[in-house]
């Protein structure tokens, strides 16, 4: 019941008719909450995405396990492997790159729940959100021979840094729902581990009292991640994180680790035996007096043991610690002394772990396990927390995976893992590095689970500009359309061009070249190429930049070459997915990525007697002319970094230095001296038609579940080279693979130098002519 006044509720109907916001104090008085403490921003809402959109899986990456028949027999038992060594049931891990919100909330309410709820659901989620909002985010990418630091994208930027500069009401705001979200996909036993530091944690703390119960608060733990510096002015050092350990409910178990002693401990409490063994004598009488006195081979007393569990102590074999009998010390005289049960420190677990962690170090740039990636943390510190919360079998899951550190440490102890990122570099960093767990771990001669790299793809864009089903079809058409103007006036307005109506196949026109948007959820074609080259031709129209999410495998570069043929410039470029966050567009800080085509030569292995026919790739050109628009941010970054005198510029596609000596002459320096400086990674899908793209699709309505296939192919990653930070070779000719006589589709996959892919696929018939 509301208790109110007559006089308050005159008011209230005062401040409704005058369109006036009600004062703070009927927000308690209208609405029933117990809750006595409360943490209010701008603009909060109890309002969470509910969003379902299809999973699109666009690579498997499984590190092939038997090469002896012995082998194949003990993982055929352990994971279902097909005849290449690959895993064909079970759990597939998940690397997801897109906005955690709606990967949270298609993950919570889509297909792919069940299967979560399948794996006993999900038991842990760590998460160390980019809560420095002055942070820099940039990386260092190498060319050739010389460093240079590459930005993050758009997309990441605004979300990590303008977004959340605004103050802590946004950073708030973007986490709380993310976290409710979070807490509803957790299973019930579930924990959750959230990252911060002194900017964010009094926040984080009251968010995750609201959201998990204040009393679920398992622990806050501090991180005492590295010694204090003198950089300080005006204030103590800052050497801590914070860890907020919440359980879902009680069920949520916490595993008991230990952690070592230390010297000063070892050297005041153990005393060292000439074996190198340390040892110390416990005392045994009872601290409350309670037992019984009785008599123990010579000594009285109120043991805390019952006679028969002191004997039991008495009969164990004798140690080399002097004056004793089996576990027990003797006095000068013979009989037990009453610090008596004799304990040795390399039978002890070590120190039962507290909320205080002081034994990790900060992961310095040089060590062994860091990927040149900001805000990673070390292994060490993953280990722990996947340790205490999780058990072997379990999901765990990151939603801000960075360079994948929890999903290599989960791996490793045999966890199964979902890990999503917002940036394609963070995504494609993890892929590297998760290639290079599952190589060390086969070569251990361990077990290791396949991963999927999935995203939200064509679904996520036909969200943002998809219909409402539940109008009148006519309503329908009516919003399509409106929904199609907008969606070409935002590209253009991303793109910097003006519109233009007059033509058929070109929608605007940008510092003299016109500009066509290729459809939201559909390659482009090489028709719709065709058309644009028809049209070109009748109008006499030269230079055309046709902007796409997706293009056809193999249009380039012979559509190009066409097209040059008959006079026509074509530049090809990838719509990015910032083109949907509106304070990217307003910024003018969306990119548009030129489209790069891969060369490649297939090497035709005949089969013999008892041997099949094999094939092997090599990679022969990675043609794109990167436009001084699309390495700006790259040119810059290489500028600051450049002595004095010297100047990064693109020319013709190309990163060059100009460096001015002493008597005013310009030296020009190619950085990029060589095609493979601009590759990063590439790999090779020898069977690319083995796999298809099924994806799991709920009827809102009846909530079945069906499964369809999109028409695409999974790419299987069988083989790759890529550079490390130790060893920046690169292989440009894959191993001779063997294959079933006849024809077939390989793919090669190439991911360059600023994180984007491309792909190109061949036909081969195995023993004869491609």
């Not at 006499?540 to 040059?564: C, Q, S, W, Y």
């Not at 002595?643 to 596609?653: E, M």
Request: glycine share 6%.
């Amino acid at each position: 019941m509301l208790r109110l006044t007559e006089q308050e509720k005159q008011e209230i109907v005062r401040f409704i008719e005058a369109g006036r916001e009600l004062p703070e104090k009927y927000r308690f008085l209208l609405f029933e909450d117990k809750r006595e403490v409360e943490l209010v921003w701008n603009g909060k809402s109890n309002e969470v995405c509910t969003i379902v959109l299809p999973f699109q899986t666009i690579e498997q990456v499984d590190e092939p396990r038997a090469e002896k028949p012995a082998e194949a027999e003990k993982q055929i038992r352990l994971f279902d492997v097909d005849q290449r060594g690959r895993q064909l049931k079970g759990w597939t891990n998940k690397l997801i790159w897109g906005d955690n919100k709606l990967i949270l909330s298609s993950l919570k309410n889509g297909p792919l729940r069940s299967e979560i709820e399948a794996q006993g659901g999900l038991k842990l989620i760590y998460i160390d959100p980019p809560f420095d909002v002055g942070a820099d985010f940039s990386m260092d990418i190498e060319i050739g021979g010389d460093t240079f630091t590459k930005k993050p994208n758009i997309l990441e930027e605004i979300a990590y840094r303008d977004t959340w500069g605004k103050g802590a009401d946004s950073f708030i705001a973007m986490i709380y729902e993310r976290l409710i979200l979070m807490r509803d996909l957790l299973a019930e036993d579930g924990s959750i581990y959230v990252h911060c530091d002194w900017r964010v944690n009094s926040f984080i703390r009251l968010a995750m009292d609201e959201i998990f119960g204040a009393g679920n608060l398992r622990n806050e733990i501090t991180w005492m991640r590295t010694a204090s510096h003198n950089d300080a002015s005006g204030r103590m050092g800052r050497v801590k994180d914070t860890l907020y350990f919440y359980a879902k409910s009680d069920l949520a178990q916490v595993n008991t680790l230990y952690t070592q002693y230390t010297d000063e401990y070892i050297s005041a409490e153990w005393r060292k035996l000439p074996s190198g063994r340390y040892y110390k004598a416990e005392n045994m009488l009872d601290p409350q007096g309670k037992m019984q006195e009785y008599e123990f081979h010579g000594t009285k007393a109120r043991w805390r043991y019952t006679p028969d569990n002191m004997e039991k102590l008495w009969n164990l074999p004798q140690t080399e610690v002097p004056d004793s009998h089996g576990r027990i010390k003797l006095g000068k005289d013979g009989a037990p002394i009453k610090r008596c049960r004799i304990m040795f420190l390399d039978e002890m677990p070590g120190v039962p772990l507290s909320d205080l962690w002081s034994d990790i170090k900060y992961l310095a740039g040089g060590a062994k396990e860091a990927h040149n990636y900001p805000t990673q943390k070390p292994e060490a510190l993953l280990e722990r927390i996947i340790k205490a919360s999780s058990n072997e079998g379990d999901l765990v899951a990151d939603f801000f995976c960075g360079s994948g550190t929890t999903a290599a440490v989960a791996e490793r102890l045999g966890r199964k893992w979902i890990c999503s990122d917002l940036g394609k570099f963070a995504v494609h960093t993890t892929r590297k590095r998760m290639i290079g767990v599952q190589r060390q771990m086969k070569s251990d001669g361990k077990d290791y689970r396949a991963f999927e790299i999935l995203n939200l793809g064509r679904y996520e864009r036909q969200h943002f500009v998809g219909v409402n089903p539940n109008l009148r079809e006519e309503e329908q058409r009516r919003q399509m359309a409106q929904k199609e103007a907008a969606f070409l006036e935002l590209i253009l307005r991303a793109y910097r061009a003006e519109p233009l109506a007059q033509f058929e196949c070109f929608h605007g026109k940008r510092a003299g070249r016109l500009v066509a948007i290729g459809p939201v959820n559909l390659p482009v074609t090489r028709l719709f190429v065709e058309e644009i080259i028809l049209e070109c031709r009748k109008k006499h129209i030269t230079k055309v930049d046709i902007l796409g999410f997706e293009f056809e495998m193999g249009l380039f570069p012979n559509v190009l070459d066409e097209a040059r043929s008959k006079g026509i410039d074509i530049a090809p470029k990838y719509i990015p997915a910032e083109v949907f966050d509106k304070r990217a567009v307003e910024k003018n800080q969306v990119v548009f990525h030129d489209v790069s085509y891969i060369e490649v030569k297939p090497h035709l292995v005949p089969g013999r007697k008892n041997k099949l026919p094999a094939v092997a790739v090599e990679l022969t050109d990675f043609s794109v002319f990167y436009s001084q628009e699309s390495v700006a941010l790259a040119e810059e970054a290489l500028s600051k970094n450049a002595k004095a005198g010297s100047k990064i510029v693109v020319d013709n596609g190309q990163i060059v230095k100009l460096t001015k000596d002493k008597t005013g002459v310009f030296r020009r320096e190619q950085l990029t001296r060589h095609w493979t400086d601009w590759i990063d990674y590439w790999s090779v899908d020898f069977d690319f038609e083995n796999k298809r793209e099924i994806i799991r699709v709920q009827d809102p309505e009846t909530g079945e579940i069906r499964e369809e296939w999109t028409g695409d192919y999974i790419f299987e990653n069988e083989w790759q080279s890529f550079r490390t930070k130790k060893d920046r070779s690169l292989e440009l000719k894959s191993v001779a693979h063997e294959v079933p006589p006849g024809r077939r589709k390989i793919a090669v996959k190439v991911v360059d130098i600023f994180g984007n892919d491309t792909m190109t696929i061949l036909s081969v018939t195995a023993g004869g002519e491609r």
